[in-house]
């Protein structure tokens, strides 16, 4: 099911619409996340400082140099951290919350000028025995670099909401 991208609240007025609720998830569908996001050694070096992550193999490119990749990696956060982003607007934009992640693999390594493209599969969904109204969605999202090599692969669980009444409540008068 594809969500709506925007609806109209007045005549000729659009108001962008983005995530999806409960109801529009099934279990099966695909999501191929786009725009693909190019991972610069900038972006690298940000990440590493505000993590705090001093392994020089992601800014020290003469270091890197002598290793088995030849090269500075991208911090493996990172990677895990921009397929989240990109699943977002699909998968999670309405989510009351995230509820975990597990079986995060990273399958080979990603370098500086890899590019990055996403894609969540629907694995499960479940009523809330705790909130009427939401239900858990659980996805895997599969991330691939430019040439289409499976480099991350992880599963994660959101608190969906549930569509609201469309009916306005009618006072007892």
């Known amino acids: 099911m594809t969500a709506r991208t925007d609806q109209e609240i007045a005549p000729q007025r659009y108001r962008a619409v983005a995530g999806r609720y409960y109801e529009e998830f099934t279990t099966g569908d695909v999501y191929e996340h786009r725009p693909g996001r190019t991972i610069s050694q900038q972006d690298n070096v940000w990440f590493t400082l505000l993590t705090m992550n001093t392994h020089p193999l992601h ?78 969605v659980t996805v895997k999202t599969t991330g691939k670099n430019q040439d289409g090599v499976v480099v991350c692969v992880f599963e994660r669980s959101m608190l969906i909401p549930k569509q609201p009444d469309p009916t306005p409540h009618q006072s007892g008068d």
């Open 59 to 136: 800014f020290d490119e003469e270091y890197a140099a002598g290793t088995e990749f030849g090269r500075p990696l991208v911090a493996s956060p990172l990677t895990v951290a921009m397929l989240v982003g990109m699943s977002v607007s699909d998968v999670s934009q309405r989510a009351i919350a995230n509820l975990g992640w597990k079986e995060i693999r990273l399958t080979a390594p990603v370098f500086p000028g890899d590019t990055l493209y996403g894609e969540s599969e629907v694995i499960e969904k479940r009523e809330s025995r705790s909130r009427p109204d939401a239900g858990i």
